[in-house]
């Protein structure tokens, strides 16, 4: 079966960095995508990085801060957090596209994993 197994989450401080995993298995897939929940907030995306093409998206709130990428080798995605702020502080879900749908919209994602709290100290 599908799964998807998030990892790298922790406690930093403002300004530190931080590189999620996200490790996929049980088919291949067009797209993967990480989306992050706040406390009190909806979840909202973050980035996204098609599998062939190695094209990415982002919102406009981790751009120049965060970078998604994948390894195809090892059917793994990345993200690697940089200048982390208090408001970046997250449960942070990785989460899979069979089909490229719309790419900021989580019911795009037929697959998502148990996801990792990021936490960021003022």
């Known amino acids: 079966q599908v799964q998807l197994v998030e990892s790298g989450g922790g406690l930093v401080q403002a300004g530190g960095s931080l590189r999620l995993s996200c490790a996929a298995s049980?088919?291949?897939?067009?797209?993967m995508g990480w989306f992050r929940q706040a406390p009190r907030k909806e979840r909202e995306f973050v980035a996204r990085?098609?599998?062939?093409?190695?094209?990415?998206v982002y919102a406009d709130s981790v751009k120049g801060r965060f970078t998604i990428s994948r390894d195809n080798t090892k059917n793994t995605v990345y993200l690697q957090m940089n200048s982390l702020k208090p408001e970046d502080t997250a449960v942070y879900y990785c989460?899979?596209?069979?089909?490229?749908?719309?790419?900021?919209?989580?019911?795009?994602?037929?697959?998502w994993g148990q996801g990792t709290q990021v936490t960021v100290s003022s």
């Open positions: 989460a899979a596209d069979r089909s490229g749908g719309v790419v900021t919209t989580g019911s795009s994602y037929e697959y």
């Open positions: 049980g088919r291949t897939f067009y797209a």
């Open positions: 990085i098609t599998w062939s093409s190695g094209r990415t």
